[in-house]
Nanobody
Framework: QVQLVESGGGLVQAGGSLRLSCAASGRAFSSYAMGWFRQAPGKEREFVAAISWSVGSTNYADFVKGRFTISRDNAKNTVYLQLNSLKPENTAVYYC??????????????WGQGTQVTVSS
């Protein structure tokens, strides 16, 4: 079992930055791939970024375009998502997930409760 708690969301102006954190509790955190997803009002949840358990591999959604960076600290059981050059269309609830595979995610993986990011124009 893995429990995930996101934090770091908030209200920011366009062009600003935020760093989201996801603290994990439970065993074997370092053996899971970690991912970030987001869900905007009226839209489906979509993939943002993921990182492998080894910290050697990351992948991003095309819309990220170098503005977001995922990282993890296995010693602290925490994964981060640095959001830079934010745009109003980045407004969404951001969710953290832990799963077996970096590139395959499902409802059966572990999910946090989400943190709201609101970008004003």
């Amino acid at each position: 079992q893995v429990q995930l708690v996101e934090s770091g969301g908030g209200l920011v102006q366009a062009g600003g930055s935020l760093r989201l954190s996801c603290a994990a509790s439970g065993r074997a955190f370092s053996s899971y791939a970690m991912g970030w997803f987001r869900q905007a009002p009226g839209k489906e949840r979509e993939f943002v970024a993921a990182i492998s358990w080894s910290v050697g591999s990351t992948n991003y959604a095309d819309f990220v375009k170098g503005r977001f960076t995922i990282s993890r600290d296995n010693a602290k059981n925490t994964v981060y998502l640095q959001l830079n050059s934010l745009k109003p269309e980045n407004t969404a609830v951001y969710y953290c997930a832990a799963g077996a595979l970096q590139t395959v995610w499902s409802r059966d993986d572990y999910w946090g409760q989400g943190t709201q990011v609101t970008v004003s124009s």
